[in-house]
């Protein structure tokens, strides 16, 4: 069974870090491309950072040079490391795997985490 559960969400001041997890259920994770994205009030859901089976990186324009995500295939975790935090990095963030390619790959979101950056 596939579940993905994130942790470390939290209320900070601008300019300060925060480190969010995705704990997968198994070791299934070593085999899917893993995601972050965050949804803001009103907003539609974007995509963050993208990891992919080997270790390439993508980020948005938005978190470029200030996030960092990671994988670590013997944990089944994936980690998210947010410096320089700024209110519009407020929102609720989910991990999402992908298991396999094309457009009928299934995907597997957790219940999110809430990040809020305060001026």
């Known amino acids: 069974q596939v579940q993905l559960v994130e942790t470390g969400g939290g209320l900070v001041q601008s300019g300060q870090s925060l480190k969010l997890s995705c704990a997968a259920s198994?070791?299934?994770?070593?085999?899917?491309?893993m995601s972050w994205y965050r949804q803001a009030p009103g907003k539609q859901r974007e995509a963050v950072a993208i990891i992919g089976l080997d270790y390439q990186t993508t980020y948005s324009d938005s978190v470029k040079g200030r996030f960092a995500i990671s994988r670590d295939n013997a944990k089944n975790i994936l980690t998210l490391q947010m410096n320089n935090l700024k209110p519009e990095d407020t929102a609720m963030y989910y991990c999402k795997a992908v298991l396999g390619i094309g457009t009928f790959a299934p995907d597997y979101w957790g219940q999110g985490t809430q990040v809020t950056v305060s001026t």
């Open positions: 198994g070791s299934w994770f070593r085999s899917a491309t």
